[in-house]
């Protein structure tokens, strides 16, 4: 039986899709011929009933893959998980290993999207470019209250070293910061590049700008809270393109209020399931927390954007169908990183 023979017409279920999913996905499948049904509801206990005759189903990073929803794959004879994310830290996996379904994730897509993005908001927040926008188009000329700082020779702290913290560094080093880092394995290259590894608490200290770039587990969960702000300068700048978690939305409230946090830009957000990736203008949004961050001037908020660009969209999608092309093949993925379970 030949490997076309093996895909050819298994059906796809996605969840969570936009019409840039739709685009990317039929464009690329082109070469791979799967069936592809696209859901744009979440996948939760009560959408499983979407799913019809199909092995295999393609979540997001707000989709719900808890135990109770493996369960119910399982019974519909799902055998593949495809997450077109990096981050898992919304799938059960001990569930998926126990009910013998096959977890792949796309690990690296376009580290440089995020981090440039990441490079984005630290500008825009310095500079107010957005102010500035919009104060011009409405034949306002003045310079008051549009004061920045050099970036150059700032010292900026990277949480978080995998392809995007690295990414990150190298364009900060541009700039000609001093770039600090911490993570669990240090990178030889990054310290060849001039980047040095400290404790998290002499992130905290030490920077001008803090950046999150780690994936969010029991040990990085609000890793920005009460305690790690009070180790903080004054006016500290916290960007967060990562995961919502990793930031205590409260604690960052009070920091903003007592004027220690200087500026916060996020293009993440803990409870953003019930938000992003939705228009949402002509409703009355119940979240006060989320309307609480966007009355401060200081606060910059994307809504998961950071991924957002041709060339990750187009790896994303290759990747994805790569690896289940190999699950369904071989039964394994020769990029390790790729395969949770």
């Known amino acids: 039986m030949s490997l076309n023979s093996i895909i050819a017409n298994r059906k796809i279920a996605f969840f969570s899709t936009q019409p840039y999913d739709k685009a990317f996905f039929n464009k690329y499948n082109e070469e791979f011929g799967f069936r592809l049904d696209f859901f744009e509801t979440q996948l939760n206990p009560q959408t499983v009933a979407l799913i019809e005759e199909c092995e295999i189903v393609c979540v997001f990073v707000n989709d719900i893959v808890n135990e109770a929803v493996?369960?119910?794959l399982a019974e519909k004879n799902v055998k593949i998980i495809a997450l077109r994310c990096a981050g898992f830290n919304n799938i059960d996996l001990e569930a998926a290993k126990k009910y013998h379904i096959?977890?792949?994730?796309?690990?690296?897509y376009s580290p440089q999207a995020v981090a440039e993005h990441a490079m984005a908001m630290i500008l825009t927040l310095n500079r107010k470019t957005h102010k500035a926008y919009n104060r011009v188009r409405e034949q306002n000329f003045s310079l008051n209250g549009l004061l920045g700082f050099d970036l150059f020779g700032k010292t900026i702290g990277i949480i978080g070293t995998g392809n995007i913290g690295k990414a990150f560094s190298k364009i900060a080093l541009g700039f000609g910061c001093k770039v600090l880092a911490y993570d669990i394995v240090e990178s030889e290259e990054m310290k060849k590049d001039g980047v040095s590894f400290v404790g998290l608490e002499d992130i905290f200290k030490s920077s001008d700008?803090?950046?999150?770039?780690c994936p969010l587990n029991d040990q990085t969960k609000h890793v920005i809270n009460k305690t790690s702000i009070s180790f903080m300068k004054e006016?500290?700048?916290?960007?967060?393109?990562?995961?919502?978690?990793?930031?205590?939305?409260?604690?960052?409230?009070?920091?903003?209020k007592e004027g220690k946090i200087g500026y916060l830009g996020?293009?993440?957000y803990e409870q953003e399931e019930k938000l992003f990736f939705r228009d949402l203008s002509a409703d009355i949004i119940q979240d006060d927390a989320i309307q609480r961050l966007m009355s401060f001037p200081n606060v910059l908020v994307t809504a998961h954007q950071a991924f957002f660009t041709n060339e990750a969209l187009t790896q994303i999608a290759l990747v994805t169908f790569n690896n289940i092309k190999a699950l369904l093949t071989q039964n394994d993925i020769e990029n390790k990183a790729a395969l949770l379970v």
């Open 70 to 72: 493996i369960k119910q």
């Open 102 to 108: 096959k977890v792949c994730r796309v690990p690296a």
């Open 209 to 213: 700008i803090i950046s999150l770039h």
């Open 266 to 268: 996020i293009d993440v």
């Open 235 to 256: 006016s500290v700048m916290i960007i967060n393109t990562s995961r919502g978690g990793l930031i205590e939305t409260s604690a960052v409230i009070e920091g903003l």
